[in-house]
Nanobody, 119 residues
Framework: VQLVESGGGLVQSGGSLRLSCAAS????????MSWYRQAPGKERELVAR????????NYADSVKGRFTISRDNAKNTVYLQMNSLKPEDTAVYYC?????????????WGQGTQVTVSS
């Protein structure tokens, strides 16, 4: 199982970034996919979640209206479009997959990608 995030970087306040998370080693289309973030000295928090079919989404209040999660089950990839970025969005962003792996509910994490928003 592998989750590989990309697309992070340094951006000015008000700018945009698009994160990608490429998955392999499991049946991507059956997994709930999420983006989390962790800022220095803070706990990891949920940013956005999408169900397996891409019909239902949830967002943290702090990113509603600015971030959009999407997925392409044909490409085994989940995305996070981040617009109107703020300095407080600075964090390491992780993707997470949750679903049945064999007969057991499992969660898998990517290694993270750094997003830095300058003021």
């Amino acid at each position: 199982v592998q989750l590989v995030e990309s697309g992070g970087g340094l951006v000015q306040s008000g700018g945009s970034l698009r994160l990608s998370c490429a998955a392999s080693g499991f049946t991507f289309s059956t997994y709930v996919m999420s983006w989390y973030r962790q800022a220095p000295g803070k706990e990891r928090e949920l940013v956005a979640r999408m169900n397996s079919a891409g019909e239902n989404t949830n967002y943290a209040d702090s990113v509603k209206g600015r971030f959009t999660i999407s997925r392409d089950n044909a490409k085994n990839t989940v995305y996070l479009q981040m617009n109107s970025l703020k300095p407080e969005d600075t964090a390491v962003y992780y993707c997470k997959a949750v679903g049945l792996y064999g007969l057991k509910l499992q969660g898998f994490w990517g290694q993270g990608t750094q997003v830095t928003v300058s003021s």
